[in-house]
């Protein structure tokens, strides 16, 4: 066996060196707050200090906190002091998305390295306790697969991707789930698998080896945090069960739910403090996106709302990825506009798809752009009333600019504009479009038709091109809806992800470098159009008369006076127009089946 270190080994002054800093130590594992101060120099808000301290010494924490509430530096503190105070340890961040959890790991090196500008005084202890690979090498680790870090202690930090089968079989202490009402089920529960075994099970082949005179570790920690989500996800089950643990008195168990309302009116050492984001930002998306708000500013959880609901939570997110807008074509691609236009100018709503193709999915579509007519001049200065001459003329441009250099449209598949009584699409809008005009850059563009309705212009308008449709709400609505419904559940309409609301987005580029993207207006006004489309999307309910039977689309009660439509109704445009494409694609594939077969058979007969 070998030999234990004695007090007879070392000198006087060592010994009590070493146990004054193990007192130390100790009384700092025991006030992390006082260590937040000491060790990293970041003093907290009075709120931020009790969600530290219950963390820190529970096994189960879930953080339900609201945007702008910094959930996420306060995941970076906890990880930091983690890392300096206990040795030999396994840190893991996991988020829905490699980005995501990369994003956390960048706040701890923001802290390190002193780049935070709300917060003076930042220290560089935990930057020098990092183990440096190189001689010029700050200790962070920036592999495309994972980020790392590791302290002198023994204990590494690393980031997980979303990718599930690559996180698999891997083995922590603590696990940080950033942004976890936005993890699937399989995503969650593989990840806490890491931390299912006792972290103070040990062995030993020696005689005198004694389980009992062993000291209990630190239990292995999971930490989730999050803003709300809806009631169909994984979160929402551990939210609950997390609450039922309090309420029974379970120390191992800590949930808490920071409303917008504590960082609008946060206190320090019991004093008002400045609030930590402008509260215009909340009551914008309460007049903008009301359900959105509701979800990610006061944490009140989505509840879908059973058959009758079109739409659920579960299939939105199935159909988002990551992507931004595009204010510009790609080439190889077409794209269809879907227009909403209506006398009233606050509501006219302009929608463009990319028309996409792959082996395995067919025809589908990415949303690449939204504008509400009126937000955009608003937000660009236009300093114009947006009426209908003043949008087709705007839509003349988008149109133009999309297009490239095709001739006749040819980068245009379609332009769907809807020619229901309330609005101008048959008035205004097919009228106007079919004439020519001039762009603003001088060039002449042909006009542009449907031959379909307008059979009798024809001959007038010759060098008009047919890719207008107009699409007649009375006979087509409930067509649209079902196409709509079919396409969302086949993962056919896709959108990108849901918009926190920063004018700067982060994303991985192939190689899986971070990159940092300053967004134009334009990009972050069709961020939040397709944030209220999907949540529009949720909000229509199927109903049906109980005398006629008739079956109708409609926002849900409650909401019908918080919320629109329109921009639901450009993606059911959009969604009847890929259907049309998907069938006639199937039927002149199927056609073309039968008469290979014919001529095969006719060959046959003939005896060629």
């Given at each position: 066996?070998?030999?234990?270190f004695t007090k007879e080994m070392l000198s006087t002054r060592k010994f009590e060196l070493y146990q004054q800093n193990a007192e130390i130590i100790q009384f700092l594992r025991?006030?992390?707050?006082?260590?937040?101060?000491?060790?990293?120099?970041?003093?907290?808000?009075?709120?931020?200090?009790?969600?530290?301290?219950?963390?820190?010494?529970?096994?189960?924490?879930?953080?339900?906190?609201?945007?702008?509430?910094?959930?996420?530096?306060?995941?970076?503190?906890?990880?930091?002091?983690?890392?300096?105070?206990?040795?030999?340890?396994?840190?893991?961040?996991?988020?829905?998305?490699?980005?995501?959890?990369?994003?956390?790991?960048?706040?701890?090196?923001?802290?390190?390295?002193?780049?935070?500008?709300?917060?003076?005084?930042?220290?560089?202890?935990?930057?020098?306790?990092l183990k440096k690979h190189q001689a010029q090498h700050s200790g962070f680790k920036h592999d495309p697969a994972s980020f790392e870090a590791t302290t002198q202690s023994g204990?590494?930090?690393?980031?997980?991707?979303?990718?599930?089968?690559?996180?698999?079989?891997?083995?922590?202490?603590?696990?940080?789930?950033?942004?976890?009402?936005?993890?699937?089920?399989?995503?969650?529960?593989?990840?806490?698998?890491?931390?299912?075994?006792?972290?103070?099970?040990?062995?030993?082949?020696?005689?005198?080896?004694?389980?009992?005179?062993?000291?209990?570790?630190?239990?292995?920690?999971?930490?989730?945090?999050?803003?709300?989500?809806?009631?169909?996800?994984?979160?929402?089950?551990?939210?609950?069960?997390?609450?039922?643990?309090?309420?029974?008195?379970?120390?191992?168990?800590?949930?808490?739910?920071?409303?917008?309302?504590?960082?609008?009116?946060?206190?320090?050492?019991?004093?008002?403090?400045?609030?930590?984001?402008?509260?215009?930002?909340?009551?914008?998306?309460?007049?903008?996106?009301?359900?959105?708000?509701?979800?990610?500013?006061?944490?009140?959880?989505?509840?879908?709302?059973?058959?009758?609901?079109?739409?659920?939570?579960?299939?939105?997110?199935?159909?988002?990825?990551?992507?931004?807008?595009?204010?510009?074509?790609?080439?190889?691609?077409?794209?269809?506009?879907?227009?909403?236009?209506?006398?009233?100018?606050?509501?006219?709503?302009?929608?463009?798809?990319?028309?996409?193709?792959?082996?395995?999915?067919?025809?589908?579509?990415?949303?690449?752009?939204?504008?509400?007519?009126?937000?955009?001049?608003?937000?660009?200065?236009?300093?114009?009333?947006?009426?209908?001459?003043?949008?087709?003329?705007?839509?003349?441009?988008?149109?133009?600019?999309?297009?490239?250099?095709?001739?006749?449209?040819?980068?245009?598949?379609?332009?769907?504009?809807?020619?229901?009584?309330?609005?101008?699409?048959?008035?205004?809008?097919?009228?106007?479009?079919?004439?020519?005009?001039?762009?603003?850059?001088?060039?002449?563009?042909?006009?542009?038709?449907?031959?379909?309705?307008?059979?009798?212009?024809?001959?007038?308008?010759?060098?008009?091109?047919?890719?207008?449709?107009?699409?007649?709400?009375?006979?087509?609505?409930?067509?649209?809806?079902?196409?709509?419904?079919?396409?969302?559940?086949?993962?056919?309409?896709?959108?990108?992800?849901?918009?926190?609301?920063?004018?700067?987005?982060?994303?991985?580029?192939?190689?899986?470098?971070?990159?940092?993207?300053?967004?134009?207006?334009?990009?972050?006004?069709?961020?939040?159009?397709?944030?209220?489309?999907?949540?529009?999307?949720?909000?229509?309910?199927?109903?049906?008369?109980?005398?006629?039977?008739?079956?109708?689309?409609?926002?849900?009660?409650?909401?019908?006076?918080?919320?629109?439509?329109?921009?639901?109704?450009?993606?059911?445009?959009?969604?009847?127009?890929?259907?049309?494409?998907?069938?006639?694609?199937?039927?002149?594939?199927?056609?073309?089946?039968?008469?290979?077969?014919?001529?095969?058979?006719?060959?046959?007969?003939?005896?060629?």
């Amino acid at each position: 066996m070998t030999s234990k270190f004695t007090k007879e080994m070392l000198s006087t002054r060592k010994f009590e060196l070493y146990q004054q800093n193990a007192e130390i130590i100790q009384f700092l594992r025991n006030n992390p707050v006082i260590a937040a101060e000491q060790l990293l120099g970041v003093k907290l808000l009075d709120y931020q200090k009790y969600i530290l301290q219950r963390t820190w010494s529970s096994q189960y924490s879930m953080l339900t906190m609201s945007r702008n509430s910094s959930k996420t530096f306060l995941g970076a503190v906890l990880i930091m002091l983690k890392q300096l105070l206990y040795e030999n340890g396994e840190i893991y961040i996991i988020a829905p998305t490699g980005k995501q959890s990369k994003n956390l790991f960048q706040n701890i090196e923001k802290i390190a390295t002193d780049s935070v500008s709300t917060i003076k005084g930042l220290k560089d202890i935990y930057l020098s306790e990092l183990k440096k690979h190189q001689a010029q090498h700050s200790g962070f680790k920036h592999d495309p697969a994972s980020f790392e870090a590791t302290t002198q202690s023994g204990t590494i930090v690393k980031t997980l991707n979303g990718i599930i089968d690559n996180n698999r079989g891997a083995r922590s202490s603590a696990i940080f789930f950033d942004e976890v009402g936005f993890s699937s089920a399989e995503q969650i529960t593989v990840t806490e698998a890491f931390g299912s075994g006792n972290s103070s099970f040990i062995t030993s082949t020696e005689e005198l080896f004694d389980t009992d005179l062993m000291k209990d570790k630190v239990p292995k920690q999971f930490i989730y945090a999050s803003s709300a989500s809806d009631k169909t996800t994984y979160y929402w089950t551990l939210y609950k069960n997390f609450a039922k643990r309090m309420f029974i008195g379970d120390r191992r168990y800590f949930l808490i739910d920071i409303s917008v309302d504590v960082p609008l009116n946060p206190t320090m050492d019991g004093k008002p403090y400045p609030p930590l984001l402008d509260k215009s930002l909340p009551e914008k998306m309460m007049k903008t996106n009301p359900s959105k708000a509701m979800r990610e500013y006061y944490n009140i959880f989505d509840s879908d709302s059973g058959d009758e609901q079109i739409i659920k939570s579960a299939v939105v997110s199935k159909n988002e990825t990551f992507y931004l807008p595009e204010l510009s074509p790609v080439e190889g691609y077409e794209y269809m506009f879907a227009f909403d236009p209506a006398y009233r100018h606050d509501n006219s709503i302009m929608t463009i798809g990319k028309l996409c193709h792959d082996k395995e999915d067919g025809h589908y579509l990415e949303i690449v752009n939204m504008v509400n007519f009126q937000d955009y001049a608003n937000e660009m200065k236009l300093n114009v009333q947006m009426l209908p001459p003043e949008q087709i003329k705007l839509a003349r441009e988008y149109i133009k600019a999309y297009n490239g250099d095709a001739r006749d449209y040819g980068n245009i598949e379609s332009i769907l504009i809807d020619l229901g009584a309330g609005g101008s699409g048959n008035s205004q809008w097919l009228p106007t479009l079919l004439y020519d005009w001039k762009a603003k850059d001088g060039k002449n563009m042909k006009g542009l038709i449907d031959w379909n309705y307008h059979e009798d212009k024809i001959g007038e308008f010759p060098k008009a091109v047919n890719k207008v449709i107009g699409l007649s709400p009375q006979k087509l609505r409930n067509d649209m809806v079902a196409d709509f419904i079919e396409m969302m559940e086949m993962g056919l309409i896709r959108f990108a992800k849901s918009y926190n609301g920063s004018s700067i987005m982060q994303f991985e580029d192939e190689e899986g470098e971070l990159i940092t993207k300053n967004l134009t207006m334009e990009e972050q006004l069709a961020l939040i159009n397709f944030d209220i489309a999907k949540e529009e999307s949720k909000m229509i309910h199927k109903t049906t008369d109980l005398k006629t039977r008739k079956v109708s689309y409609q926002l849900r009660k409650d909401m019908q006076n918080k919320m629109g439509d329109d921009r639901w109704y450009t993606l059911i445009m959009l969604a009847h127009r890929l259907a049309t494409i998907r069938r006639e694609e199937s039927d002149s594939q199927h056609r073309h089946v039968n008469d290979k077969t014919d001529i095969q058979y006719l060959e046959q007969y003939l005896g060629f």
